[in-house]
């Protein structure tokens, strides 16, 4: 019978893995030798060995601000991607709770492909078997991965602007009683594990950076689940902005825009049902071929990219660590650092939520489009995506009117799946996303107290 672990860390532990005992902090450590070893749930952070957040903080020579742009790695997660979190978070709670049954259920994952890839993994170290529901026109290496850790693909038409039928397909094979849906777009598993472990981490990331202050936190939606970092930042800096980047091709936010476009794992044609709209401050948009073309510079032009300035080191560094959103969301908080007019002593903060080693089939793609993609071509497009970024496209949604119209498109998206009117209106009060946040420490507890039930049986038997 194959190796797998019941339980996991805490939200406390992920935020903070120095807190968990010497032994299974050892253990955690030797299982990076081995993806497949239980124990790498137990890596499941932003952290390194070492205690720090994985950053990095990129060369204003790259960036062409004056700002500090402040980005977290995701790539170094088990699975490699921070996608894992949740995906864990949305199992570990379902089964503390006891509606997730070990043994019986079977586990759904809807995705565009970082969140099933995580959820194939959890519930492969997890003893699960597991369906991931996503498009049928994403990167290839997202299904090789996915199938490669055990799960099963259901492929519903189209490309990432599609998931909404991916929701629909989700929601029908729920209804048999024995599947049960880790549901990323609606479950606050995500909210929580984003508000706590991510904001949290953020915060850590930038205290040697700058002024230590966060500015601003710009993320692209998929699920929305990243953004809860915002709403813990602004705990510590009520000053601090929080941004959706959305792609330009598909403006579903900004002006109720749909359309297809190649930046995997967001822009997903809805007002996810855990966004938190409240403390959402500026709609930005982002083409969708500046970030491929972003990351064909990042990963090949190392040498454009030393003649503009960056440090060899630091640009050798920088070739495996982003995907295509990474770059979308590092294009964004350059937008927002020049529309904020941000100082050298102000920090913009956001994300990598993978690394380059699912995107080869993406420049490949790019290389057939272009035909021609050399350094000189290279030199153009940085200048052009990089050092010209524009402050265009951005909207300022503070206003009520602005909040009105996203609540009303969240209604219009999950009102047909189910939700009924009065949990929406819930949503539009902060309480409401305070209580569900404070729920982390009660799952703290809920975890621990699992763990020691489980192994209070294992030495009894």
């Known amino acids: 019978m194959k190796n797998y672990y019941p339980y996991g860390p805490t939200y406390e532990e992920m935020l903070r893995p120095e807190t968990l005992s010497e032994e299974l902090r050892r253990q955690a450590r030797e299982a990076r030798k081995d993806e497949l070893d239980p124990m790498n749930l137990f890596n499941i952070s932003w952290r390194k060995d070492d205690g720090r957040v994985n950053r990095v903080v990129l060369p204003k020579a790259m960036t062409g601000v004056d700002a500090n742009i402040v980005v977290l790695l995701g790539n170094h997660f088990p699975s490699g991607s921070h996608k894992v979190g949740p995906a864990y978070s949305t199992l570990i709670e379902g089964v503390v709770d006891g509606t997730l049954k070990p043994g019986y259920h079977d586990i759904l994952g809807p995705s565009t492909g970082n969140f099933g890839i995580g959820v194939a993994y959890i519930t492969n170290l997890m003893g699960f078997d597991s369906t991931i529901i996503m498009p049928d026109n994403m990167s290839k290496e997202r299904y090789d991965r996915i199938q490669g850790y055990g799960a099963k693909l259901d492929l519903t038409p189209g490309t990432e602007s599609d998931v909404i039928l991916t929701l629909e397909k989700t929601h029908e094979l729920a209804k048999q009683e024995k599947n049960y849906s880790l549901a990323q777009f609606e479950l606050m598993p ?22 230590g202050r966060v500015a601003c936190f710009a993320a692209a939606p998929g699920s929305a689940g990243t953004l809860a970092a915002g709403d813990q930042i602004k705990k510590a800096f009520p000053e601090s902005k929080t941004v959706a980047l959305e792609p330009y091709e598909c403006s579903t936010l900004m002006d109720g825009g749909r359309g297809q476009h190649r930046i995997e794992g967001v822009g997903d044609k809805m007002c996810t049902l855990i966004h938190n709209v409240l403390t959402t401050d500026f709609i930005a948009l982002i083409p969708d071929d500046d ?36 770059v979308a969301n590092i294009l964004g908080a350059i937008k927002m650092a020049k529309h904020l007019k941000l100082g050298p002593e102000e920090n913009v903060v956001t994300v990598a939520t993978d690394g380059f080693d699912r995107y080869e089939s993406v420049l490949e793609d790019l290389e057939r489009r272009y035909l021609e993609t050399g350094a000189t071509v290279q030199r153009r497009w940085f200048r052009d995506i990089f050092m010209r970024a524009g402050t265009d496209y951005i909207e300022d949604t503070r206003d009520e009117q602005s909040k009105q119209r996203l609540f009303k498109q969240k209604e219009d998206d999950w009102l047909k799946f189910g939700y009924e009117q009065e949990y929406l209106d819930t949503m539009k009060s902060q309480e409401f996303w305070e209580r569900e946040y404070e729920r982390v420490f009660e799952y703290n507890e809920k975890i621990q107290q699992y763990r020691e039930q489980i192994e209070s049986k294992r030495r009894n038997d």
């Open 291 to 326: 970030a491929v073309r972003g990351l064909k510079i990042i990963h090949d032009g190392t040498d454009v990219l030393v003649e503009h300035g960056v440090p060899r080191e630091a640009a050798e560094a920088l070739r495996e660590a982003f995907g295509v959103s990474g």
């Open 190 to 211: 995500n909210y929580r594990f984003h508000r706590y472990v991510t904001g949290n981490s953020a915060l850590e990331a930038t205290k040697d950076v700058g002024n």
